[in-house]
């Protein structure tokens, strides 16, 4: 069955510096992949989506970036946080139509 | 491009109660509409989808109903519990697009 990981859980960082957050799937193949932000008690903003290999499509400009170096991982970053970046951020992967999204991972920014 | 409405915001049942939650989409090409369950602090869990071809589809205590003429598709939750207490997302997903676009959410309270 298939799997979706993403570290870290929880990540404090100060204002001004640089992020990565990592997903991988387990047990498919050519996934498409997202990155969504939610905003506490918000809905969920699409931010990143790949369907393949350096295949990403960018839904909102902002500070944030992502690239896909392998299949099935899936890499969000930032040279410089602000605070409006604080959120819970989840990957999601899907083959055809059902999309499952990992665990999340908390950002505050201070 | 698609546009998902979600209605209502909030809304508060009794245990036993049954609770709706209806969403509207734009795009009548969209083919497929799925429901996530959010609880609090956790990663949404899809609970129920249905396809284009389809106008109801049930699993135990939840159903989904599809109108396609009027665009608009509503989770139905009967016998509520306090467990059922969660922010609930209707999405919807056009023919050829790989992306789902989300309602904003329906935060249901569920008392005992």
């Known amino acids: 069955s298939q799997t979706i990981h993403q570290w870290p859980a929880t990540l404090v960082q100060p204002v001004g510096s640089p992020l990565s957050l990592e997903c991988t799937v387990e047990?498919?193949?050519?996934?498409?992949l997202y990155w969504y932000r939610q905003a506490a008690g918000r809905g969920l903003q699409l931010l990143f989506y790949?369907?393949?290999?350096?295949?990403i499509s960018s839904e909102v400009p902002q500070n944030l970036s992502a690239s896909r170096p392998q299949d099935r991982q899936f890499i969000l970053s930032s040279k410089k946080l602000l605070l409006s970046d604080s959120g819970f951020y989840l990957c999601a992967w899907s083959s055809q139509y059902e999309q499952y999204f990992g665990p999340g991972t908390r950002l505050t920014v201070t | 491009g698609e546009n998902v409405e979600q209605h209502p915001s909030t809304l508060s049942v009794q245990e036993g109660d049954s609770a709706v939650i209806k969403c509207t989409y734009s795009d009548s090409a969209s083919n497929y509409f799925p429901w996530y369950k959010q609880e609090l602090g956790k990663r949404p869990q899809l609970i129920i989808d249905i396809r284009s071809n389809v106008g109801e589809k049930k699993d135990q205590r939840i159903a989904v109903t599809l109108n396609k003429t009027a665009k608009h598709f509503s989770l139905h939750i009967t016998e509520t519990q306090p467990e059922d207490s969660a922010v609930y997302f209707c999405a919807a997903i056009p023919t050829g697009f790989q992306k789902l676009v989300f309602g904003t959410g329906t935060r249901l309270l569920v008392s005992p």
């Open positions: 790949s369907i393949g290999i350096d295949q």
């Open positions: 047990g498919t193949s050519n996934p498409n």
